[in-house]
């Protein structure tokens, strides 16, 4: 029986209506469960395979961080915490309107599911916007790491609140940045590559795909993005909120 | 105890009227093919043809080390030739070798499922490897990386001026399908069994592919960013591997052998899944102590990530690191012989025939144990700070990469050839090129350990006369070496058209593979199979062909 239904193939319109078999459900699996169990557990040990990812950064930033604590807490003291702390919300926000995209999806609600994907891809924009003008700034300050690095910000600190470092810790500053810059461009990355998958699950959407019951891939990208929003709430007290100043 | 099992009378068998090679017709329905036998074939070819470059490099090293002086390259040239040739035999053969073609093409028929979980991806994959290789090649090229296969900081960050960028590029680039092949095997391991296949009645192949793509997931990423830091502190001049902006060049260590480790273990552990399947079909016996050869493939992936440190024991490690890293280096021994202990005694008091797989395997256990010995050598401190740098190591990992690795795959192509193909490969001839190959590995790379030993450093292409007779013996025996690895070139091609027709089990083996047709159907089996017998349970094959027997007559 299961080798004729692959032998008339998913072109027939029969299977449309077919509940045990409908057209989403891929040749080599049998069942629609274990077609989305499948898709599930992969995503979940892509996600694996992401945490080792950010891993090889996370313990750069823990080694620096030892050997240079204050020249980590000066780098971190220039950030603009309105700026991370706004970020932080906008991110935050990003994951309720995907989840929110996940349980249209799965009420089959086609409108709900375009709202919320679009408000995801906003909020993904804003965040992308937020932390471009972050780096402009820290352009304008000679911190990005390099020829123009101004080591002199950290060794007279114009704000009499910061602790003047020794030349070498300051030249140290710089890991800082490094690690900064790649840390959070990893991210960016990340959200970038999001915000694209995003455009073409709006564009699927929008045609009517994943509320027929099929939800599996909505669910999944939502994990992802889940995912990516995780690893900014881990990056956002490293970088930013190293002994901060109080009301700065 | 064995059982006894005649081997079908193949002047009977017929080539299938359809299978999965003429299901289809034309470069694209290889190129954009979902069939994991498809992408598995798209695979062996593609890592064939990277053997024989990698190879090519090797046979160019043996032939400048034919004498004492530096007369065939310039040293700048003899960098390049090392280094392309760990890199490619590295990441495009060792690496992609058994999982993605063997097990590529048996483990969704093994465990009874109709592709991999997830076809495009493993398409994907192979794209990835492409791509990867293309980059590699494009380094090549243009004149090669000269920073040996480690990529070590700063050598590779400020004091070489190759394409260390390029090919670092395309190492990340065939790590992520590596990462994809593991990620797939694994769900289908978990999740597409078919009924009745419970963990414990898997074929060993899939336990150690499984264990091997535990490290693939795991450790794959690690390599990717470590090697993103390396561009990036080449182009931008990101200094975290940078001593004179307070990087450390040590932690470049880390994180590379964090990867390259557990590499050498996912190189080798699906090598062990073959030599386990070969045992057991050519003794006619159920592999002796399965538990425990499935688990050891499991605690050799545990232990396998932690003790990447004794690659650094010369490096600055701290005493007390070094003597845990070196501890634990020897508790990976355990499993290592567990499982050999285990292939013995599943040889003893087996029928045991010496078909060339057969050979092939136990080539593969006296290599590989003199390999893994050699191993605790290397584990012990005071050993290691004499030996590593010399050619003792380069002799090790040869024992266990070529010797052990090498062979298995061997094995494993030879093994499931005629599942493949549906046809035979030649018998005598390809006995005499695993003979060959034993006896042509044994006089490269024996005198190796001596000549190391001895103090000859690896990474030069100069060193004392009084080393030469040992470098000819290895030169020598690298010719033989590779008449061994051209034979099978010619005669498996020649195969496809003239070899015997094999029929659907012409081991006589237990595995589901061999209870369809061959070469299988694109879907594999008409019917999802049920699963009622342990693996490797030949009476229950004697009584299924006594059963076939009484139906057709």
């Known amino acids: 029986m299961d080798s004729q239904a692959i032998a008339t193939g998913p072109a027939d319109p029969h299977q449309e209506h077919d509940e045990a078999h409908p057209a989403y459900l891929r040749h080599h699996f049998v069942t629609v469960d274990q077609q989305r169990e499948t898709a599930s557990f992969g995503m979940w040990l892509f996600l694996l395979t992401e945490i080792m990812f950010f891993g090889g950064l996370f313990m750069a930033y823990l080694l620096y961080r030892n050997w240079y604590y204050d020249a980590f807490v000066a780098g971190s003291n220039t950030l603009s915490i309105g700026l991370g702390t706004t970020n932080t919300a906008v991110l935050i926000l990003s994951s309720f309107t995907m989840a929110m995209g996940v349980y249209s999806a799965e009420i089959r609600n086609r409108k709900g599911l375009l709202t919320s994907l679009s408000l995801t891809i906003f909020l993904g924009l804003v965040f992308l916007g937020i932390k471009t003008v972050e780096y402009h700034d820290k352009y304008v300050e000679h911190h990005i790491p390099g020829a123009s690095f101004s080591v002199e910000d950290f060794v007279h600190p114009a704000d009499k609140r910061d602790v003047p470092l020794a030349p070498d810790m300051a030249q140290h500053a710089q890991l800082y940045f490094f690690l900064y810059f790649a840390m959070t461009g990893m991210h960016a990355l990340h959200m970038i590559i999001g915000i694209s998958i995003l455009f073409i699950l709006l564009y699927q959407a929008w045609h009517g795909a994943y509320v027929n019951g099929h939800t599996s891939t909505i669910d999944n990208f939502g994990l992802y993005w889940h995912f990516v929003d995780i690893v900014w709430i881990f990056l956002f007290p490293l970088l930013y909120l190293i002994s901060r100043h109080p009301l700065k | ?553």
């Not at chain 2, 080539?15 to 093919?33: Q, V």
């Not at chain 2, 490969?425 to 005198?447: D, H």
């Open chain 2, 1 to 553: 105890m064995s059982t006894i099992v005649t081997l079908p009378n193949q002047q009977d068998a017929q080539l299938p009227k359809l299978s999965y090679l003429n299901s289809e017709y034309g470069l694209k329905s290889w190129l954009l093919t979902g069939d994991h036998k498809r992408i598995a074939m798209l695979y062996l070819f593609s890592i064939t043809f990277f053997f024989f470059i990698g190879g090519a490099f090797a046979g160019l090293i043996r032939l400048e080390l034919l004498t004492p002086l530096p007369d065939l390259v310039a040293s700048d040239t003899y960098n390049k030739l090392f280094t392309m040739h760990g890199v490619i035999m590295i990441f495009l053969f060792l690496v992609p070798s058994v999982p993605a073609t063997v097990g590529n093409f048996v483990i969704p028929i093994m465990v009874g499922a109709k592709d991999l979980a997830f076809p495009k991806i493993n398409l994907l994959s192979w794209y990835l490897y492409v791509a990867g290789a293309c980059f590699l090649v494009f380094a090549l090229l243009n004149g090669g990386v000269d920073t040996g296969w480690t990529f070590t900081t700063p050598l590779s960050t400020h004091y070489v001026n190759t394409h260390v960028i390029t090919a670092a590029m395309g190492v990340f680039i065939a790590g992520f399908s590596s990462i994809f092949t593991g990620l797939n095997f694994i769900v289908t391991i978990h999740r597409m069994r078919c009924p009745g296949m419970t963990w414990f009645r898997l074929p060993l192949f899939c336990w150690s592919n499984y264990a091997a793509s535990l490290l693939m997931v795991l450790g794959t990423p690690v390599l990717a960013i470590t090697l993103v830091l390396v561009m990036l502190e080449r182009t931008v001049g990101i200094g975290v591997f940078d001593p004179t902006k307070g990087g450390d060049p040590i932690l470049f260590q880390h994180l590379f052998w964090f990867y390259s480790h557990p590499a050498v273990y996912i190189m080798i552990l699906p090598g062990m899944g073959v030599i386990s399947e070969v045992i057991s079909t050519f003794s006619r016996k159920r592999v002796f102590g399965y538990t425990a050869v499935a688990f050891s493939s499991v605690a050799i992936a545990v232990f396998g990530f932690f003790v990447w440190a004794h690659h650094m024991f010369i490096m600055g490690v701290s005493n007390y690191s070094a003597l845990v890293f070196s501890l634990l280096t020897m508790l990976v021994a355990v499993p290592s012989a567990i499982k050999i202990f285990n292939w013995s005694a599943t040889l003893y008091k087996g029928s045991i025939t010496f078909e060339t797989p057969m050979l092939y395997a136990f080539g593969f256990m006296g290599l590989f144990t003199i390999g893994g010995l050699t191993g605790v050598f290397l584990g012990s401190l005071g050993m290691d700070i004499h030996l590593t740098e010399t050619y003792f190591i380069v002799a090790h990992f040869h024992f266990v990469m070529v010797g052990g690795m090498l062979m298995a795959y061997l094995s494993g192509v030879h093994f499931w050839w005629p599942k493949m193909t549906g046809r035979m490969y030649p018998e005598s001839m390809s006995q005499l090129s695993a003979v060959t190959t034993f006896i042509g590995f044994i006089l490269t790379f024996f005198p190796q350990f001596i000549v190391g030993y001895l103090g000859m450093p690896r990474r030069y292409h100069a060193y004392p006369p009084e080393f030469q007779v040992l470098n000819v013996l290895s030169t020598a025996g690298a010719s033989v070496l590779g008449i061994g690895y051209v034979l099978p070139m010619l005669y498996m091609p020649w195969s496809l058209k003239y070899g015997k027709i094999a029929g659907s089990n012409p081991w006589q083996a237990t595995g589901l593979e061999w209870q369809i047709q061959s070469p299988p159907l694109t879907e594999n089996f008409i019917d999802i199979p049920i699963m009622d017998h342990e693996a490797y349970d030949y009476d229950w094959l004697a009584h299924k062909t006594e059963h076939e027997v009484t139906t057709v007559g």
